[in-house]
């Protein structure tokens, strides 16, 4: 007997939850890729999708998936032997560094460990170290770490300190879940994909840019005609805008998951992952007045809005997981990258998502099974942590 | 800002939330009606219906909803002024007496109030009053009042009196959610419908019916070709199964929600119903112990397991469904018949449905919204709730 | 290896085939049937269907198929022992008189054969014998023979003689495929059904009746609580529109469907089955010019348009079907009632549907088919029929 | 008032018609991409891909589409300055030299022109000529041209010749169409897309390699994180097949698809795509019995089996497309690179698909919606095309 036999709540931090309204725009006959309905929809996606991102410059959408999104924003902008900074807070930044490093750019990182965000002292030092990089690359909301970044004080300290590298920001894990300005923050490149908080399967890698990384990329060297972001951009045909046939399905969906988010307004998105987000810690404060539990980022202002990443000891998070998705009907998502895998505490992390097309019922849920699951497994916790995420959803 | 926008779940006690599964088996071009695949499921379908209603006997499928198997069962059973006697125990024992009566029938009604379950000693006068009745009408579990009645107990009742009626049962709220046997319990004549435990969308009723019932159908006056339940079971063509063109995507959609079941297994199916029944008391019994809160059924041996009727006082029924909607994605169901439309009371009384495709993460979702409601609205409740239904679950 | 697979088109005459906008509509999660979405949606069916039918009195939905309308219209308009005239021009108005007769009603069958309508001179003998028959019944166009009726030549008749009796028609199988025109012919009662020209799975039936119907049914003493349309036309609340839980996922279905008509507009919604209806003629004309392929109707002013049957010899059509459906993925409706099921020609007789969800390619194809396993079987015909077909749709 | 309403058949090359069963493949709830049904159903797809390709060597999946299944065959295999030699044959050969031309490849194209096969004998000129040449890209059939090449002609000519080369081969219009045998014929490199035979939306492209294909990328020094192909075949990780989240939902469509073809069986795939074109080519050569119609291809020999590229005259290709897709609801392909778009004769091309989920009945439809729009055109063409396809299919 299982009590998950029902809907279940994938609560990964990606794929999220895709909701009905985007899997029914995709389950579509093919359509005509030469005129008619597909080429409206995506001519009306880029204004959308930049309202969203905060910029009005330019925007790419590529069949790939975040790091296919990764390899387009590192090939138009750098030339080999150019130098990067990476400023890592968790594990995502580590990936997207070691991505350049394989083309064959030069890079440097500075790790602010996985539990803590940019301090801005040592990004001084970093950035003062290399003055000539031709960007400085970070994640926004680190997936795994679940930390988040002050990107607007990064832009400040670059601009105090006169670096004219390129600021180019890793959103997958926070696109339409928090907020972001990219214009007013002075981003230069932004990656993020579909299948966050955009609600849509994975396959589409976004890719948005200044005009100033578009002027640099015109002098990257390693620019390939399926990356290369300015045909892409300044398409004279439909078929350039994707290097080839477009992704039908996924646009259809994109389309969908779109037009929900500019319905409910970018600020309400925002406003609601915030105030689900809030609950989720107001749990997991509680929960951390006795045993091992602790959620993952110490300071709430430095925590993302999508994800949540935790740690219990031993193997108690693994065991937790697996009564969650067993008995209860909720999948998290491993603990990434937080200890080695083969260490004592690999199975102590573990990460619920709560991003894209979620609410208060699901996310209360989740936490209500989590709780439940600990009483069940007999793990050490603090009480009343559904109380208090109850009481931090009602506002009082 | 709602934070309602997500995937939003309907607890309403039907229809209730409908398996992807499901809703993908019906999302099929239009089948052949004379031969193949269509003619194979049906046929798979009887003897897991009747392996679900605990029976070895008749089973017929009519393209309607619950009041047309209740009318199904009445026009094959009655002749025009025979007696039926209807124990009621809530709103829709009344329905289907009303029904009779508009039939022609003579109804003796014994009313056992909104919140009791049938008392035996009273059943005995009722039945002892009319030894000729032609049936007994009961409901296994009223929808509006979530009483549940012992079957079994009247079978015997009506044994140890030799009344020769037969036994009726409503089932619509409780197949495939609580525990039923059929042929063991000497039901007669058993109604059900799609839209509730069977997670099938609205427009099937299921009558089975005992030997003797059909015996007794044979001098039934009041048959009509569209309801009459002898060639139903004995189609010698596939179309004689439903009187006319089948339900053909629908049959689909039933074929996969039973198979879900098949595959769970009833047992395991009535315990997971049970398990999250109980949890959904201990919370109701934590919030009544402060303010106006109170379960309908104070005797959980006679609450049904899927649904659980609740009350406040004044219109913070009605402000908590509201909110529970708007602001936090469950939708929970109006309080049925438990108060005149126009009383002081009649926003007081709501329902929490858990019927059907519904587990831990669902329902523990929809008692932490509901919580959070109270707490958003000041309405005063008990604390503990959540607790007390996570250890519930826990089970410890 | 077999050139059926691919997109299969089943070319029986009901089911039809269900447009994608019409099953992804009804892929939705369960509605709130107490407000909102499904309460708009179904206020919003009742002037569509009306404007379709030609009316401007009473329209009410049944959950159920074909045989559940001639139901509901049969006990709301009849009294047991009245008399009923039945014109038959085929199988179903058989059918609609043998439930007549099952529920009490005293039926008279004038008989026109199996490939003949409605004969005015005959009907006149019929009218006139029987002066206070309670109505008169017919098809529209009968699905098997595909016979089509002069209704409004019947109206001028029944009027001309001054006979009292409604006027009730079957339109199962014309409904928004052939010309029809309720009020302005003079109808009564109108049956129809989804599964045809409605483009929605089985599961609905629809009757309409004028206000003298109306009037009519309350001194009718075979109303039940299901059938009686009073209470369905005079809601008072949402529930009693169906008597019951509505058909919530066929309602939003039917919404599709009913909005796909008024977008291409009734008047082009006939025209274009009319055209498609000669296209198919052509064929068979052709056909016809060698061996033994006729035509069941021969007078095109007779013929419905949303279905053609057909004959061969032998056990022609019965090989022919077969060919079809495994060599080349389309399905023919079987003759029905046109010879006795044990009679030599039994085999001999087929039907071509072009109902609904039709277009050009579709009929153009299944006709094609239709040549090509004449060619392969060998089964002699005139030459031409492809070409002939053509040109009719060509319009030279 | 049009006759194209009803299910439309899209007929152009790509993306081809989805079958149900595959876009209900797709209408999922997201999967969990660390463990479960996901893994193993990307497991299962890695033989039976091969299969259908005839390897036992390797295969690649990639989100991308075709033209990023030519960036990961080239990125793995040249390094700058090599030499490729191209045979081209339509357009598609000049789109993949362009390709590899921009990432620094020296590109010999020896070209045949719009409507003729490889020639053998300019092919060892070729061949000759370039004798260190890394590989040799030809197009198994050109979708602009429908041009299909003799694959193991050119084969025995480089073993004859001893030349070195790759062959590399685009069957992007052919794969799942046009029987193949990669490892007989002794193709080292082999792309395909998943949007025609294999039937599933835009979005993934295929890259199938020989073991010496697989040694020469290790030189490669155009390899980039997300094309290299090695960590693809050699995943430790499930993530590592897709370097990134995996295209969760295109692999459940793809797993229906492929076996839907494992279903089949790929011979009486392949036998049925030659049957539908052979029955396409017969109603072309009677068309062209009169008028400026004619099919592009001469030689059936060199005709490929998933597309037919005719022609008409002036803009008469482009009034029968329009014609088709507005009056009877089949669109056809356009004429893509046979004129210059300025041309007077641009508007004379156009093109019939029956790739991937084709049958009998939708071939045989398309044929006779073109011929009606002829006649319909008045466009003067030979006459008895539909008699013609229907003999061929017919088999006499």
Not at 178 to 207: C, I, N, R, Y
């Amino acid at each position: 007997m299982s009590l998950a036999n029902g809907r279940r709540y994938l609560a990964i931090p990606g794929p999220s939850v895709m909701p009905d309204r985007v899997l029914n725009a995709m389950h579509q006959a093919a359509p005509n890729i030469y005129e008619g309905n597909l080429l409206d929809v995506t001519a009306s996606l880029w204004p959308d999708l930049k309202a969203i991102a905060g910029t009005q410059h330019n925007a790419a959408i590529y069949i790939g998936n975040g790091h296919a999104a990764w390899e387009a924003a590192n090939t138009n902008v750098f030339r080999r032997d150019d130098t990067a900074i990476v400023l890592t807070t968790g594990r995502f930044g580590h990936g997207w560094a070691e991505h350049a490093r394989q083309l064959g750019v030069r890079v440097v990182i500075t790790d602010f460990g996985k539990s803590a965000p940019i301090d801005m002292a040592r990004a001084e030092q970093a950035l003062r170290a290399e003055p000539n990089a031709r960007a400085v690359l970070i994640t926004h909301v680190d997936t795994a770490s679940s930390a988040k970044n002050d990107v607007l004080a990064l832009r400040r300290l670059m601009d105090d300190l006169g670096h004219p590298g390129l600021l180019m920001v890793d959103c997958i894990a926070s696109f339409a879940c928090d907020e972001f300005h990219m214009d007013d923050w002075g981003v230069d490149v932004m990656v993020a994909a579909s299948q966050k908080g955009l609600m849509t399967p994975p396959g589409l890698g976004l890719v948005f840019f200044s005009d100033k990384a578009r002027d640099v990329s015109k002098s990257a060297d390693m620019r390939t005609p399926y990356w290369d972001w300015l045909p892409r951009v300044d398409a004279n045909h439909f078929y350039m805008h994707f290097y080839g046939t477009a992704p039908t399905h996924h646009l259809l969906g994109l389309r969908a998951a779109v037009s929900m988010i500019m319905d409910e307004g970018i600020e309400a998105v925002w406003n609601r992952h915030a105030r689900l987000a809030r609950a989720v810690w107001s749990a997991g404060e509680a929960w951390g007045q006795e045993g091992a539990f602790a959620l993952n980022m110490k300071d709430p202002a430095h925590r993302g809005h999508s994800v949540t990443a935790m740690r219990l000891s031993g193997q108690d998070g693994t065991r937790l997981r697996q009564w969650c998705e067993h008995e209860a009907g909720v999948t998290l998502g491993v603990g990434l990258g937080m200890a080695e895998p083969d260490s004592p505490e690999a199975g102590a992390f573990f990460r619920l998502a709560h991003m894209g097309h979620v609410n208060a019922h699901m996310t209360l849920g989740a936490l209500a099974v989590m709780d439940t699951a600990m009483k069940a497994l007999n793990i050490p916790h603090g009480s009343g942590a559904l109380d208090a995420a109850a009481r931090s959803l009602a506002g009082n």
